[in-house]
């Protein structure tokens, strides 16, 4: 095996080193199908996910933005027994696809998806008492910052909160950029960095991921 090519990206000299997973090559097929982006998390991150929730032995996840399930099945995957996760999705289309594809994974029995507007899943989850030990946001990139702070709210002491694509391309650090995203994504980095309850990590590779614990 030859992983060294001439050109090729950190990212992908990492692919080359593991083999194919074929459930989640699946998921990706599934997406396409049914007409979903191509926009699942890095699968770098998501073998990260697993891990994450491995070594945290966190039971209760909360997932907002499903898409496809691609994340789901990485968060699932490491959950023990008795684990569950919660997934929040806006779109039916979104939430059917990504339920079908955890009955694929055999991982259906640990979800549930709300569906719904993530903002107003939030706030029923807080009136409720709800509790999580790990969340995962990955949904509209404008409600970043809504969703930092709603993560603290639901998280229990010691609980990870972990964001996809905060980077945004590149764009959150090109002074020439602006939108409402770049704004909110800005606003949200810079919370998780100063955060007086949180204690973090970012990682630029991909898209970016940031990595918080609750103190
Ligand atoms: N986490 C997925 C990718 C999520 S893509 C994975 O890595 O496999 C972003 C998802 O967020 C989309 O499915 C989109 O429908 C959903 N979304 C966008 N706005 C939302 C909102 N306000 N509430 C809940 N979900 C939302
Ligand atoms: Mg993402």
Redesign the pocket.
């Known amino acids: 095996m030859n992983e060294a090519k001439a050109g090729q990206t950190a990212e992908q000299y990492i692919e080359s080193l593991y083999p194919v997973d074929n459930m989640l090559e699946t998921v990706k097929l599934g997406c396409a199908y049914n007409g979903?982006p191509d926009?699942?998390?890095a699968s770098g991150y998501g073998r990260l996910l697993t891990l994450l929730v491995t070594v945290s032995g966190a039971k209760r996840l909360l997932?907002?933005?499903?898409?496809?399930?691609?994340?789901?099945i990485c968060l699932a995957r490491g959950l023990g027994e008795g684990g569950s996760l919660l997934s929040?999705?806006?779109?039916p289309q979104?939430a059917a696809t990504a339920k079908a594809h955890m009955r694929v994974a055999g991982l259906a029995d640990k979800v549930v998806y709300r569906v719904?507007?993530?903002?107003d899943?939030l706030r029923e989850l807080e009136l409720e008492g709800a509790r999580f030990d790990f969340v995962?946001i990955?949904?509209?990139k404008g409600?970043y910052p809504f969703y930092l702070d709603m993560a603290v709210k639901l998280a229990s002491p010691g609980a990870l909160i972990v964001a996809?694509n905060t980077m945004l391309h590149g764009r959150v650090a090109d002074v020439g950029a602006d939108s409402p995203s770049v704004r909110a994504m800005r606003a949200f980095n810079r919370a998780i960095a100063i955060h007086p309850a949180l204690e973090s990590a970012m990682l630029p590779a991909y898209d970016g991921l940031a990595i918080a614990r609750v103190k």
């Open positions: 979903l926009i699942s998390v997932e907002i933005g499903a898409l496809g399930g691609y994340s789901g929040l999705e806006i779109s979104c719904g507007d993530a903002k899943s995962f990955d949904a509209d409600g996809d």
